[in-house]
């Protein structure tokens, strides 16, 4: 079995609302230093029997076609193995 | 001439519209159900508001893979008109039969009020019943209604006159303050290049009746059913 | 979970059970109960389920109405006749304990909870109301709180597609660390359309139908039952996560199921799950029910019986089919994408017999669960704080030299101030029945295909209760009653949740049987039967005891809906009346805590003779279009109604000019007059030549008509006697009263 | 200059409708062998002049103080010195 870890966040230049609330809210927490937040998704995807050459393909088929929306998302992913 | 109100499993205004359109504006009209993948019979395809998929992914991602989504885009190809209200809207945009993205509100909260939105464009079959600039008085209900475009696709946009309706004051004046989610350029609706398809994130069918507070949506209905009247006559 | 090998008296009150009830269940079963049947036990007589504490007091209300077709108790929630061969099913429920421990989800759960109790009748919820109660937002934790319970709300109102079209939301410290969070939901069914929470017919199939059962919410129903303390943030794993998209299928899928006439009787599984759904419908039935657990789908590996039977995963429902209709059952579901999978069937034996796969599991008499649990009389001892605030001189209090300034605290108070912050949140609009929005005294939903509305108030003064627990009750009711009567509504029935502290307390089980007895003579006076509601105990923080806090869910009925007033000044030249004569008091006003810092008086006294009255004057003087607008007075007193008169419509702002010289009897005091609460006494405005015609009608009724005004431009003015108290810009008050909350929340 | 990659995700046992929706769209789509998804949130925080050691307690204390649910959520993230 395998475990995808996908990490889908917003493209540079598309402004993210929550990332910069968070900045804030922070912030006023007085934690010093930060400079920036980004918000994005964070998917675990099991997939059983595939092997690793082709899972890579597949992963990002599926990134592609709906995990994602490319006009605003990108993404990157690791390949665990798990029992 | 027919309407089709599709029905995604978490659809919620489907029977809102399929009301409006049957008792208020008096037209036949249908629900298809979103497994289904006949259009036959039908000229105008209503992509209703709610939650298609609980929104779990993102709006719209997983209702773009219904079935029907497939017949709505040869549809669309074959000059049929389809509007896409609210969740509709971004399913359009998912479906890539508009530009563009939606993006969590401005505010980070969810937002159901009256707002104003102003006609750019009104040679649209959607809203060749108002005048260009008129302000309409109609609500909106959405947690992802930030419309996002890049730069260029905007200028295009525009060039094209595919910006269909602006959040506005009363007035007709567009400024931040008016633009309830943060939308690039205060975008609240937009057609495709050939102008069949529209989307906009307000309600039409919760402002077509007095007992409500405003009937501007009503002319949304209307001007739909004179151009496909017009198209029928012309076949 | 592993099952402990031996039941001792340890483990018996970590269920929350005594001695004595190990005991009785013991004679029931003639045997030691097995791990899974002491847990099954636990759960049916828990506070929550079996309302041990309460039930010999809730006998007190009123039940019985012409109107009144399924009463409170009978099933999952009361139904009422509206005529047209409709009726609406409606009730209030509690998520206190939840939101407490995880404000979002425990919100969000509380309306997926009470949804399901509606549609499981068969009936099309259109509408959703939540009273909401908070300590001070001065404290993070209460903004903590609000943010998330107004967010889950939201997240599950907005998604399933009902409309949340009102509520109440009151901050006081005695919530500080417990905030309240009552749900009501409305449903719309044809009367021959009731589905009825029964299992009968011997042989019919048991179906789950949802989401499948995890280890969430395990012993909700006990934990609930509990105080919350310190470390019930270590109960936290039993936290439930709402999943409204599932709902919505549910939802749908089970009205089809109805229309298709192959239910034999359903229930959603909410408190005590898989337990009480099948213990209940098998006990309204009379008859006995048989299921196998190893059939019940689960989401976790290694679940026990106990675990499974005790789960409180959401989204869940079991629906009794008949005999051979089981494959239109599961076609029908299957549509919407849900899986329906037989688990048992109904028996004629009585017994609750729950097997995995061969191994019996448990056997229990379901009467024992439901009929036979324990009662208590709780001893009751009148609270000795009663006394001492009870008495107030108002001679001692300062007099405020600035109107103006006390006028701008009150309407920027988050008492007073708006709760837009709130309802925008929601989408009060999806059904298209909304034709009264948030803001006015009652949301208005339109009855499609009829001529007819409903009008929907909640309304509870925690104050008012714990300062007199009696004529608090009252005042809830008739508060309630009197905001649908503005909207031009007749009141027709009631739900209600009670939120109290802990009932071993006799102080508190006083206050909880002094509030019910005020609702119960509320309720008969003013002809609106309690239909059905919740009961909440256990509502402490670490400094005590909530205020006693019940809250009013009123239902009214509109018949032409051309006839709905609503409480904003219309138009110049208008004239300002102050219909009713109630006592002005500052006892438990919002004044006196928010200026003076006192919780202290009595609650202002309501006579329900002359409350009746006013309803009658006032709808008749809105059936004959003699009204322009109508606003009940409440906190904040005759000043902030006609306040709220001039900014509630957001697209019109309008000033007034007011006297009080006709108020001169109430007592000299000219905060007393501005800002003293006051019951049966509503602001309402009408053209000149009216206003001979509606003082007549109030003469005829021998109720109170003063002249206080009359409707201007864009300032308000309120004098007496030609000296100038308050001057304000219309305009700028609105910008305050509105902006309150979210700037508190910034 | 630091980037955290902070990785938050429900805890076991707590239901995760948002993963099994997404699951269930990925089988109608005909991905064969998903046995499983979980969704969960991806935050990308970029912090100054933060010495590295002092860095980890810092971000434990935000994640815990603000960024993570601690009743229903749990938390990993990863540090990298950017410029
Ligand atoms: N939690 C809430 N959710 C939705 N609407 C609310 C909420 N709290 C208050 N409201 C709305 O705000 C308005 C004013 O409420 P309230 O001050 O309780 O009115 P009244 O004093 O007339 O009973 C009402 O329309 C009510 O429905
Ligand atoms: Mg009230």
Tied chains: 1, 4.
């Excluded at chain 3, 629906?319 to 028996?347: H, Q």
């Excluded at chain 3, 206050?511 to 309720?523: H, N, P, S």
Aim: proline share 5%; net charge neutral.
């Amino acid at each position: 079995m395998f475990k995808v870890k996908i990490y889908i966040s917003l493209k540079e230049g598309v402004a993210d609302p929550q990332g910069i609330t968070i900045k804030n809210a922070l912030d006023s927490l007085g934690y010093s230093g930060v400079e920036r937040v980004r918000y994005g998704k964070y998917l675990q995807v099991y997939l059983k029997n595939s092997d690793k050459k082709k899972l890579q393909k597949k992963i990002d088929d599926m990134c592609k076609k709906i995990l994602v929306n490319p006009v605003i998302e990108s993404y990157e992913y690791e390949i665990e193995e798990v029992k | 001439m027919k309407f089709g109100v599709v029905v995604f499993p978490g659809s919620n205004c489907d029977y809102d519209c399929y009301y409006v359109i049957k008792r208020v504006i008096g037209e036949s009209v249908d629900f298809i159900w979103h497994k289904s993948s006949n259009l036959k019979g039908y000229d105008c395809i209503v992509l209703p508001g709610g939650f298609s998929y609980g929104d779990y992914l993102r709006t719209g991602a997983i209702a773009r893979f219904s079935p029907i989504m497939k017949e709505v885009i040869e549809f669309s190809k074959n000059g049929g008109l389809v509007i896409g209200i609210c969740n509709g809207f971004q399913v359009l945009l998912e479906a890539g039969l508009l530009p563009g993205a939606m993006r969590k509100n401005r505010d980070l909260l969810f937002i159901c009020r009256y707002v104003y939105v102003r006609v750019e464009n009104s040679d649209t079959p959607f809203t060749r019943l108002f005048h260009k600039g008129q302000v309409l008085h109609i609500p909106v209900a959405h947690f992802e209604g930030n419309y996002y475009i890049d730069p260029q696709s905007l200028s295009r946009l525009k060039m094209n006159s595919q910006v269909v309706f602006r959040y506005c004051s009363k007035d007709g004046e567009v400024a931040d303050e008016f633009n309830p989610n943060g939308s690039v350029y205060a975008i609240a609706g937009i057609c495709n290049e050939r102008g069949n398809v529209l989307g906009m994130m307000p309600h039409p069918e919760r402002c077509s009746e007095s007992i409500l507070g405003s009937e501007d949506g009503k002319l949304i209905w209307q001007s739909i059913v004179k151009s496909i009247n017009e198209r029928l006559a012309k076949e | 979970m592993k099952e402990p090998v031996k039941i001792d008296l340890n483990l018996v009150k970590a269920h929350g059970l005594t001695e004595e009830e190990f005991e009785r269940i013991k004679r029931i079963l003639g045997r030691e109960p097995n791990f899974t049947e002491l847990g099954i036990f636990s759960v049916m007589w828990s506070e929550h389920c079996s309302y041990k504490s309460s039930k010999p007091t809730l006998k007190k209300f009123p039940t019985e109405g012409e109107r009144v077709l399924v009463k409170a108790g009978e099933e999952n929630a009361g139904v009422v006749d509206i005529g047209d061969n409709l009726a609406v099913v409606f009730k209030m429920e509690s998520h206190n304990h939840p939101s407490a421990v995880e404000p979002y989800q425990g919100a969000a759960t509380g309306v997926g909870g009470i949804i399901r109790d509606i549609f499981t009748m068969g009936a099309r919820p259109i509408a959703i109301m939540d009273s909401l109660r908070f300590g001070s937002l001065n404290d993070p934790k209460s903004r903590y709180f609000l943010r998330g319970v107004v967010g889950g709300i939201a997240f599950y109102g907005n998604c399933i597609g009902i409309p949340t079209v009102g509520g109440e939301t009151f901050f006081d410290e005695s919530y500080r660390g417990n905030p309240l969070v009552n749900v009501l939901c409305v449903g719309i069914v044809k009367k021959d359309m009731i589905v009825k929470a029964r299992a009968r017919g011997v042989g019919n199939t048991i179906f789950y139908v949802g989401s499948s059962t995890g280890r969430d919410g395990l012993g909700g129903a006990s934990f609930a039952s509990r105080e919350i303390t310190e470390e019930s943030h270590e109960d936290r794993p039993a936290v439930q996560i709402g999943d409204p998209f599932m709902e919505k299928l549910l939802l749908e899928a089970t009205l089809e199921l109805i229309k298709s006439g192959v239910v034999v009787g359903m229930q959603d599984m909410g408190a005590a799950g898989l337990t009480s759904s099948t213990v209940e419908t098998a006990s309204r039935g009379n008859c006995g029910v048989e299921i196998d657990i190893s059939l019940v789908p689960r989401r976790e590996e290694g679940m026990i019986p106990y675990e499974v039977m005790l789960s409180e995963s959401q989204e869940r429902m079991l629906v009794i089919v008949k005999k051979g209709m089981e494959n239109e059952a599961k076609r029908i579901f299957e549509k919407w994408d849900l899986y329906a999978i037989p688990i048992g069937k109904v028996t004629s034996d009585g017994i609750f017999r729950i097997k995995d796969k061969d191994r019996p599991v448990a056997e229990i008499p379901v009467k024992s669960l439901t009929e036979d649990a324990p009662v208590y009389l709780r001893k009751r001892v009148k609270p000795a704080y009663l006394d001492e605030v009870s008495y107030l001189d108002i001679d001692t209090l300062p007099r405020p030299d600035d109107f103006n300034q006390v006028l701008i605290k009150l309407l920027t108070s988050p008492n007073i101030a708006s709760k837009e912050w709130i309802w925008e949140q929601y989408d009060h609009m999806v059904g298209i029945n909304t034709v009264v929005l948030p803001g006015p005294d009652a949301a208005v939903l339109r009855v499609k295909g009829t001529k007819k509305a409903l009008a929907l108030s909640c309304d509870g003064n925690g104050r008012y209760c714990f300062l007199d627990p009696y004529e608090g009750g009252k005042i809830a009711v008739a508060e309630a009653a009197r905001n649908v009567v503005c909207v031009g509504a007749t009141p027709i029935a009631i739900t209600n949740c009670l939120n109290f502290g802990t009932p071993t307390d006799p102080e508190i089980f006083w206050q909880f049987t002094r509030c019910v007895e005020g609702m119960a003579e509320a309720c008969q006076y003013l002809g609106t039967p309690v239909t059905g509601g919740n009961v909440s105990f256990y509502n402490e923080n670490p400094t005590g005891a909530i205020d006693p806090t019940p809250v009013v869910g009123m239902l009214g009925l509109i018949e032409n809906t051309d006839l709905i007033c609503t409480p904003w000044f219309k138009e110049e030249g208008d004239l300002i009346v102050l219909i009713g004569d109630g006592k002005i008091s500052l006892g438990g006003s919002e004044y006196l805590y928010l200026i003076h810092g006192l919780k202290k008086g009595r609650p202002p006294e309501l006579n329900l003779s002359k409350e009746k009255a006013l309803y009658d004057v006032c709808l008749k003087a809105i059936g004959k279009g003699l009204i322009k607008s109508a606003h009940d007075v409440s906190e904040g007193g005759i000043a902030t109604s006609v306040v709220e008169s001039c900014i509630i419509n957001e697209e019109k702002f309008m000033g007034a000019r007011i006297d009080l010289k006709n108020l001169e009897k109430e007592g000299e005091r000219d905060d007393l007059l501005l800002f003293g609460e006051v019951q049966s006494c509503i602001v309402a405005s009408c053209s000149p030549q009216n206003i001979d015609s509606l003082e007549k009608i109030a003469r005829e009724k021998n109720i109170g008509f003063r002249l206080l005004g009359e409707v201007t431009g864009k300032e308000l003015i309120i004098e007496k006697n030609g000296k100038k108290l308050i001057s304000q810009n219309t305009a700028n008050l609105y910008k305050l009263w509105r902006e309150a909350l979210s700037l508190k929340l910034r």
